[in-house]
């Protein structure tokens, strides 16, 4: 990673924790007020270079749902609250601490569960797996998801190619727009 994304990506994140803190402990208070279980909710993803890490998010589907992609959770197994958090992305605040951890970026690929091997195995063909996965990429601000493998591996491998800091504020500003 070049110093000016990982100085941008650290930086970046410490401010957004310090700015979104409010919002998160809100986000938090409602998803313990709405279901049982924790608020935060872990999940082992895939890093670079394949490397698992723990990815922490607000917990938006009931405690005991099987870890499944999100396309492929059954839809009665997100909660009221999480519907809310997913609409408007702030169950990936938590996310932040990630990168503050080295973990993630701000923008990249994002990172997948270690059971969508055929995602896996496009990325690593394609050389994704090199970079740092992000809360936000290209595929995102184009709608494309994790159920089409082969397209979102070419869409985050066209994003390596052509990675700036521009291109990557270009992406944050979408993501933010998007919703």
């Not at 941008?8 to 410490?14: R, W």
């Not at 009931?62 to 059954?74: D, F, K, N, Q, R």
């Not at 997100?78 to 990936?92: A, I, N, P, W």
């Amino acid at each position: 990673m070049n110093a000016t994304k990982q100085i941008f990506d650290l930086a970046g994140a410490a401010l957004l924790l310090v700015v979104t803190s409010p919002v998160l402990v809100l986000a938090f208070l409602a998803v313990r007020a709405s279901s049982p279980g924790p608020a935060i909710f872990s999940q082992t993803r895939v890093g670079r270079d394949g490397l698992l890490f723990r990815c922490h998010k607000l917990r938006t589907m009931y405690v005991g749902t099987p870890s499944l992609p999100s396309h492929e959770a059954p839809a009665n197994s997100v909660t009221s609250v999480g519907k809310v958090l997913r609409k408007f992305k702030l169950d990936e605040l938590p996310q932040f601490w990630n990168v503050l951890k080295g973990e993630m970026s701000l923008v990249g690929p994002r990172p997948c569960l270690p059971t969508q091997t055929d995602l896996i195995e496009c990325r690593r063909r394609l050389g994704v797996l090199a970079a740092l996965p992000g809360i936000t990429g290209l595929a995102q601000i184009r709608g494309i998801d994790m159920s089409n493998p082969e397209l979102l591996a070419k869409t985050d491998a066209a994003y390596l190619r052509t990675a700036s800091f521009w291109l990557d504020l270009r992406i944050l500003f979408g993501t933010l727009y998007r919703s």
